[in-house]
Nanobody, 118 residues
């Protein structure tokens, strides 16, 4: 069973930075893409950033220029560097991995809380 373990959330003041990490069990090459979603209280889970195994990264508009997604293949880990944080970035952040098979499956991390104070 695939496991994704997130870390790096916390409380930060507006304008600050945090780096989230997502370590996946097994080889990161098993997945066609990995990324991050977030869910704010009372709102739906939305995609924040994605890093395909062989393509360009992609971001939702509200985080472009502030967030950077990257991967360390040797460590089977994906990162989300978050700079210039805003109170509206406050949410639970979930890491995901998408398998390569025809009927692709999503695997999810447990979520990590990010709180940005004004």
């Amino acid at each position: 069973q695939v496991q994704l373990v997130e870390s790096g959330g916390g409380l930060v003041q507006a304008g600050g930075s945090l780096r989230l990490s997502c370590a996946v069990s097994g080889s990161i090459f098993s997945f066609s893409a990995m990324g991050w979603y977030r869910q704010a209280p009372g709102k739906q889970r939305v995609l924040v950033a994605v890093i395909p195994s062989g393509g360009n990264t992609n971001y939702t508009g509200s985080v472009k220029g502030r967030f950077t997604i990257s991967r360390d293949n040797a460590k089977n880990t994906v990162y989300l560097q978050m700079n210039s944080l805003k109170p509206e970035d406050t949410a639970v952040y979930y890491c995901y991995a998408l398998t390569r098979e025809v009927n692709a499956r999503y695997f999810w991390g447990q979520g990590t809380q990010v709180t940005v104070s004004s």
